[in-house]
């Protein structure tokens, strides 16, 4: 449902005001919220999202499925627009039909005010420009998306204000207050100019920061996450094999899964180390938890295979058997009930995940999959991989398997 709730944006103004004077937020439980987002999204079947840029990624589920719930794009706070044309078409599109469409906010990719220089110097303007966010800078950026989410009031965005934070590209200091407080200044901006009342807001954060960066529960509306090939376990080629941990501490190569110990009982009934293979990380299963806890449902905010093999310049070596495996693991995970390391007991995780983006793109074109003729990355990369689902039958099969039996809207014809 659209984000209608007048004390939530109340809380957030608050929050906004408070922030203006002391420059803090505390982390944990606002009680002035009254969120009904949880609630509705609890309600809702799950909803499936599809790709990242283009309509590429539409088309290609459109062949062998039908009744996705929207998709996913990008727009960059730099120029105050949306990353390019195919974006805003995509956008568009699904706007149009009514649907829901994630919006990757980014500023750490391409901060304002950056000349030039090495990843430690971007990284530094980008926590510049989170503190600067944070005083109330840079909102007027915003201005063009509210502009369009308010010309189509059926439609529903999910906004992530930046993805993918980490302290490296976002915290001036060990509190992290510099983004906790510019995603409340942001969420509180965008809810108080809102006509049409049709926006969420996602905090994606890196698997192992979730707690460090968490900007309160008054702000924030979804937890996203990414979902590759770590994520779940499974290894990638990038000049060589790459596991969950490198070299593959605690990781099970033979089975291809990640080997952690959780806190059970011994023989006497005491508290004692149990190891086990999982198919999860087990910083993704703890946030998935975190978002229980604190009554958020989460979007896996990317999900996407990535290069399983050295298979100089084809995907038939181990893409159509991962890619299967990589399918099954993933919707495994949407209904996970079981340890998780570090931690004593059996958690039921059912019900906590609501949305899944499939990106669905060749990759091997580059970030918006478009075959242009020419390859963006090199065969024995990350990123050389096509993971289109129409590409390899085992793991449509599965996708459409996991849909109907979780009971997403989405479904294969």
Sequence with gaps: MPSTHPLRTAARLLATAALAALMTLPGGPAAAR?????RAAAAAPPELLIGQSTRAAWDDFQ?????????????ELRSGNWVNDAHRSYATLLAQQGRTIQVGISWKDNPPGFTGGDENAKAARSRAVTAEIA??????????LLAFTDAYPTARFKLRLDYEVSSFYHCTDASCSSYKNAFNRLAAYLDARSAAHNLEYV???VRGEFEA??????????MGVSIFAHELCLPIHDRGYLYNGTPPQNYDVNAAQC????????????PAAVWRNFDHDANVLKLVKFARDHGKPVVLSEAGMM??????????GLEPQRADQWIQR????????????????????????????YIDLDFRYGWDGIADGTFDFPPDTAWFVDARLSRYGAAKASFCQGLASHGFTARCR
């Design 34 to 38: 009254a969120d009904d987002t949880a």
């Design 63 to 75: 062949s062998f499925g039908q009744n996705a719930d929207g998709g996913s794009v990008y727009y």
């Design 135 to 144: 005083a109330g800078g840079h909102t007027a950026s915003l201005d063009r």
């Design 203 to 205: 905090f994606h954060p």
């Design 213 to 222: 960066l968490y900007p309160g529960d008054a702000a924030v509306d979804w």
């Design 259 to 270: 080997r952690n110990a959780y806190i059970g009982t011994d023989s006497n009934g005491n």
């Design 307 to 316: 290069n399983f093999t050295a298979d100089s310049g084809t995907t038939d």
């Design 330 to 357: 993933l919707f495994s995970l949407i209904d996970y009930q079981g340890p998780i390391p570090n931690l004593p007991g059996v958690h039921d995780l059912r019900g906590v995940i609501r949305s899944v983006v």
